[in-house]
């Protein structure tokens, strides 16, 4: 046994070994600024000069690179102590970076940056390498920054495409293969530290991409820094970007909203609002000026460099293919005349070899129209005309359910009835039992309360495990307790009215326990109680005068109950998708109703039958 463990110790000591990092590493890089890479397993960083006077401080908050500010000095030696590990000595460049260039290209993807003091002595830069097709269109951005200094300096930028040797007759010809036309050189004054000038160009590039060549050119006092430019053939297709998953709805964050159903958008219905409002019910308020839904696409990398895209996202018609306006985004702006739709824009940056995923939003009018529509993205690297490529998708816009719609008006119906008689016949429904038997009902509807509520608990509790499927387990301890309750109930009294009482106390002890009277249970709790009482009463389960010799029938009691359950059931789940917008998919809600609203109820009725006979001896 020992030297099994000891073995397993040495395994991890060894696999843990192997996992490497890169050290840590400082620069300086701007004024006032010392930049950190690869600061893993590090909390604080302390800085000190040569006299091992303390300079900056910095905690890590658990970054791996960060910027490190204090003044430091030119031709200077520091000490960069982490929390473990050896200190690092580090020396600062003999002069202060002058100048910042900046170019993206194309833009929107990773920039390059090169800082100098003098063009003269700059080291040679990187090239900067675009990928591109024949014909496309990419765009740059080239940026210059002063960084430091106090007199104007003029800078004149410029981009120019060569060739080779033997292009022309002079042997300095521009190569036309590479660009249809070279961007004129340009002067800018940069007056003030941290002044910038910015050029944004688009360029075509034409047939020949056979690793041709090009510069920017950032000149000063006659002396020019010269940043080669190579472009070469774009592996970047259908085949390198792959979509993985295409998921609506989701929320903003683009997480799985499993109250939704997929492919689906349910605007509330003003209809049911109404009724809703009726009943003090606070349904979901839509803001139509916001996204009413998101999508996500899980986007994978293939390629060996970062990939940043540009998603165009349009509903478009399934017959027609146009783009439909009842989707567009809001237009907030001043502008007057026609307008030019282009959808909505995502931008989505993936690793290299990686998945990422984009959330993009989706905007619908009020009036919107029922019907099967079409989602299209088109698919863009960032800065370019490329589109490499373009996906389609059908959703569905359901108005209302007529199914629903029908249920709900006849919960309506049926619960403002049931009040109805209920407070009409209150006194002579009292008034028929007796005072021995309304306390034995009235006990018995406490212990129903404490029942339900224990085993809500329960079940509240066991959802954290099981989630959806907690009706399967959840739903046996409520239904069985809850029924176990109700089958003694009516073998002491199986009179019209008996579950009305009991259902009565129930509410009332849980209204006064937790302080949750409202309209909406008229429809809950009300259209719970009139099922019961209509189905037992139907199936000759309950009668209005019964002897005192009567027992009624253990099948059709489970019959009524059960359907009477079941019903309850849809109707809960019918009131929350109404009402709450709590969409559930049809499988769950055949689960909860045939399950949970049928199969346990018979059961916990079924066991009822001995401990309601037991207790009408007792009462005898």
């Not at 605007?267 to 000026?289: A, D, L, M, R, S």
């Not at 001043?334 to 940056?349: A, F, H, R, T, V």
């Not at 495990?465 to 009706?471: H, I, K, R, T, Y």
């Not at 199986?494 to 008229?522: C, H, N, Q």
Request: glycine content about 8%.
């Amino acid at each position: 046994m020992f030297w099994a463990l000891a073995v397993l110790l040495f395994c991890a000591c060894a696999s843990k070994h192997e996992v490497t990092s890169q050290p840590l590493s400082v620069q300086f890089e701007l004024p006032g600024v010392l930049k950190v890479k690869n600061a893993v397993d590090i909390a604080n960083l302390i800085v000190k000069d040569e006299s091992g006077q303390t300079v900056a401080t910095a905690p890590t908050f658990g970054r791996t690179e960060f910027e490190v500010r204090f003044d430091w000095q030119v031709a200077t030696k520091y000490k960069v102590f982490p929390n473990s590990g050896k200190p690092l000595s580090i020396a600062a460049p003999k002069q202060k970076p002058e100048f910042a260039l900046r170019v993206h290209a194309p833009l929107g993807q990773n920039q390059y940056d090169y800082f100098f003091s003098s063009l003269k002595e700059a080291p040679a830069p990187s090239p900067i390498r675009i990928r591109a097709d024949k014909g496309e269109t990419v765009d740059i951005l080239i940026e210059v920054e002063k960084l430091s200094g106090e007199r104007p300096t003029v800078l004149n930028v410029s981009f120019k495409s060569t060739g080779k040797s033997d292009d022309g007759p002079n042997g300095n010809a521009p190569h036309d293969a590479l660009l249809s036309s070279d961007i004129n050189s340009e002067n800018a004054t940069l007056r003030f530290e941290f002044d910038k000038a910015i050029w944004q160009r688009r360029l075509s590039l034409k047939k020949g991409l056979s690793g041709d060549t090009a510069f920017i050119v950032l000149e000063r006092n006659g002396q020019p820094f010269k940043v080669p430019v190579v472009v070469t053939q774009r592996d970047a297709d259908a085949s390198t970007v792959a979509v993985k998953n295409w998921e609506m709805p989701v929320d903003a964050l683009g997480l799985y909203q499993p109250q939704r159903l997929p492919e689906q958008i349910a605007p509330p219905n003003p209809v049911w609002h109404k009724i809703g409002t009726f009943f003090n019910v606070q349904t979901e308020q839509v803001n139509f000026f916001e996204p009413f839904v998101y999508q996500r696409l899980d986007i994978e990398n293939k390629q060996v460099y970062p990939l940043n895209l540009l998603l165009k996202s349009k509903v478009v018609d399934e017959r027609t293919g146009k783009g439909v306006s009842w989707f567009s985004a809001p237009d907030f702006s001043m502008s007057k005349g026609p307008k030019k739709d282009e959808g909505i824009l995502g931008y989505c940056q993936i690793p290299a070899q990686s998945r990422g995923n984009c959330v993009l939003p989706i905007y619908m009018k009020p009036d919107t129209p029922a019907g099967t529509y079409t989602r299209q993205i088109d698919v863009y690297p960032m800065g370019s005309s490329r589109r490499i490529k373009q996906m389609k998708k059908a959703f569905s816009v359901v108005r209302s359910n007529s199914l629903l719609s029908f249920w709900l008006v006849m919960i309506v119906v049926i619960s403002l009835g049931w009040l109805g008689i209920t407070i009409g016949f209150y006194r002579r429904l009292v008034n028929r039992f007796g005072v021995r038997l309304l306390v034995l009902i009235s006990l018995l509807g406490a212990m129903q309360f404490c029942l339900e509520f224990g085993s809500r608990l329960a079940s509240t509790a066991l959802y954290a495990f099981l989630g959806p499927f907690n009706c399967l387990v959840g739903g046996l301890l409520s239904e069985v307790a809850t029924y176990l309750i109700i089958t003694s109930v009516l073998y002491l009294s199986p009179r019209v009215g008996t579950i009305t009482l009991a259902g009565i106390i129930s509410y009332l002890m849980g209204g006064i326990l937790f302080g949750s009277f409202g309209l909406s249970d008229i429809l809950f709790t009300g259209s719970t109680i009139a099922f019961r009482e209509i189905l037992l009463f139907s199936m000759r389960v309950t009668k209005m005068t019964p002897s005192s010799e009567y027992i009624p029938s253990i099948v059709p009691m489970m019959l009524a109950l059960g359907i009477a359950d079941a019903m309850s059931t849809f109707t809960s789940l019918t009131l929350h998708s109404v009402f709450y917008r709590l969409f559930f998919a049809d499988w769950y809600i055949v689960l909860n109703v045939v399950v949970t609203g049928f199969f346990y109820t018979v059961i916990g009725v079924y066991w009822g039958r001995t401990l309601g006979r037991n207790l009408r001896k007792v009462h005898a």
